[in-house]
Nanobody
Framework: QVQLVESGGGLVQAGGSLRLSCAAN????????MGWFRQTAGKEREFVAT????????DYADSVKGRFTISRDNAKNTVYLQMNSLKPDDTAVYYC???????????????WGQGTQVTVSS
């Protein structure tokens, strides 16, 4: 069974940084694209960033482009989200997910982590 476990969330002041990690079990991590999404209460889950299997291609939501960086370490079965210049609007539960292809669509992801809370204070 695929398991994705996020960590690294917390409370940070505006302008600060956090790095989220998502560890996957199994031996096929490098066969899949990975993505980060976020969700706030009453809103749909929204795309943040995605990375292809080898880590050579990435895509970002316009709202985070230039501030967030997605990366992966296939030897460690882990995907990261480095978040810099955080804003109060970045406050959300952040989820990592696995897909057969790097995509912006929630529907393309088959497995999800439990989420980690990020709170940015003003």
């Amino acid at each position: 069974q695929v398991q994705l476990v996020e960590s690294g969330g917390g409370l940070v002041q505006a302008g600060g940084s956090l790095r989220l990690s998502c560890a996957a079990n199994g031996r096929t991590f490098s066969s899949y694209a990975m993505g980060w999404f976020r969700q706030t209460a009453g809103k749909e889950r929204e795309f943040v960033a995605t990375i292809n299997r080898s880590g050579t291609a990435t895509d970002y939501a316009d709202s985070v482009k230039g501030r967030f960086t997605i990366s992966r370490d296939n030897a460690k079965n882990t995907v990261y989200l480095q978040m810099n210049s955080l804003k109060p609007d970045d406050t959300a539960v952040y989820y990592c997910a696995r897909s057969d292809l790097a995509s912006r669509s929630v529907r393309d992801y088959q497995y999800w982590g439990q989420g980690t809370q990020v709170t940015v204070s003003s």
